[in-house]
């Protein structure tokens, strides 16, 4: 059993820092206001809504063009597509790394942007895309020309994804779909945003569920109002769908086997997330032990006091724990085929441990960080508060912490499939 980590991934994080530090944090430096305490105002569009304002979309932007000049953002995509291929291996490495620097344009998770990219619909369209769809949407997609929303969570359904109220009928040699979703991240710059609807079968039942992309400027698809987060800017936009039109040439996948397309997408994403959070938490972690050594207080360093090295150590014993169950989690799924359905089934309950215990890790950090800091962790001079606001979300986004809790227990009790426990 080899523990090292590959060298090529090691030479790549390496490159990566020194891109950072070369061409995205002078960006930074000369834009403070959008990455110092008031970043929350200087990055919401009040007046629209609340989504980012179009100054932090185009430094997103920038950001992203100077990663595909300097070859790194397509890094996770398939050769053909500009990509190198990266593993899932390689990506947990990778998110960790970045994630552990702390925020900014390199790793800015608010909006996932990433100076790798994040952008599981590219796996989905390649492994499910008719060729149309690849022509029309997947080199734009890679390319960062093009976002595309997705749209599975509903008003009265979250973690319940097989209960869908969104329908889709047949009408004549189109599909015309109803319904209502929540939650739509990026759906105020997406050009098209993928769709989950039932379109036959039984409520809570995987089969019979479809997916569909829709063009957002597409008659009967409107966007009522933006959610206002604990963390904001906010994009993620209610959207209702009435009397939608689409050809068959829409669906994605096979009609009734849409959910076959969220779980590659959910569980590239959960392997990632769970990533970005061990690094987040490493980095609080990092910047407290610092910290500690430094404070004197009652004469002595803060760090002297068992019970601030007590909660540290716990901290990083977790972290510990974590990232060996992230890598080798992400080794199993890249033995099975990496995005193939059989590494997205054969380890769904390992993928929503470390989903579970890696987004509860950022928050614990993030929070005792704040307290290890006193008052100044509390304020918006650092950025523990800014890190708990965003990582809190995972905990309810991407699978709930009880949703992965009823995976693991589906696999250990047998009663995956989406029935009820017996």
């Known amino acids: 059993m080899d523990w090292s980590l590959p060298p090529d991934v090691t030479e790549l994080l390496a490159a990566l820092d020194e891109f950072i530090e070369r061409e995205l944090e002078p960006l930074q430096r000369a834009n403070p206001e959008l ?49 190198r291929d990266g593993s899932n291996l390689a990506m947990a490495i990778i998110r960790e790394h970045l994630a552990r620097r702390g925020p900014g344009l390199h790793a800015e998770l608010s909006h996932e942007a990433s100076v790798v990219a994040n952008e599981p619909l590219v796996l989905v369209l390649h492994e499910y895309g008719t060729p149309e769809q690849r022509e029309q949407y997947l080199q734009p997609l890679a390319n960062g020309e093009l976002a595309i929303a997705f749209a599975l969570t509903e008003p009265g359904h979250g973690s319940d994804a097989t209960w869908l109220e969104s329908r889709a009928r047949r009408d004549g040699g189109d599909w015309v779909l109803e319904g209502t979703k929540r939650y739509i991240t990026g759906i105020d710059v997406a050009g098209a945003v993928l769709v989950f609807a039932r379109t036959s079968g039984q409520q809570g039942k995987a089969q019979g569920i479809t997916a569909f992309l829709v063009g957002v400027d597409t008659p009967g698809l409107e966007i009522p109002y933006y959610h206002w987060t604990f963390n904001m800017p906010s ?28 779980q590659l997408f959910v569980h590239e994403n959960r392997i990632r997330q769970a990533a970005s959070s061990l690094g ?11 910290y500690a050594k430094q404070r004197v207080i009652f004469g002595q360093p803060l760090a002297d006091y068992q019970g601030i090295q007590w909660q540290l150590v716990e901290l990083q014993t977790e972290a510990e724990l974590v990232r060996n169950t992230i890598y080798k989690t992400a080794w199993e799924m890249d033995q099975q085929g990496g995005a193939s359905t ?27 960080a704040m307290q290890v800091h006193g008052g100044l962790g509390y304020t918006r001079q650092l950025p523990f508060e800014f890190i708990y606001r965003h990582h809190r979300r995972y905990r309810i986004t991407e699978g709930s912490d009880e949703l992965q809790l009823r995976r693991i227990a589906g696999r250990l009790f047998g009663f995956s499939g989406g029935g009820r426990p017996r």
Request: glycine share 8%; net charge negative; with cysteine.
């Open 280 to 290: 987040a938490a490493q980095f609080c972690i990092d910047h407290s032990i610092d």
């Open 35 to 83: 990455f110092d305490h008031r970043r929350e105002f200087t990055r919401t569009d009040v007046e629209r809504g609340g989504i980012p304002t179009v100054r932090w979309r185009e430094m997103l932007a920038h950001a992203r063009r100077l990663s595909i000049d300097a070859g790194f953002y397509k890094y996770p995509f398939p050769a053909e597509l500009g990509g």
């Open 235 to 262: 994009d993620h936009g209610e959207v209702t769908l009435n009397d939608v039109r689409v050809p068959d040439g829409a669906i994605l996948g096979e009609v009734d086997r849409g959910l076959d397309c969220a």
């Open 342 to 368: 059989s590494a997205k089934v054969s380890v769904t309950d390992k993928v929503s441990m470390v989903n579970y215990r890696g987004n509860r890790l950022a928050c614990d950090a993030a929070d005792r």
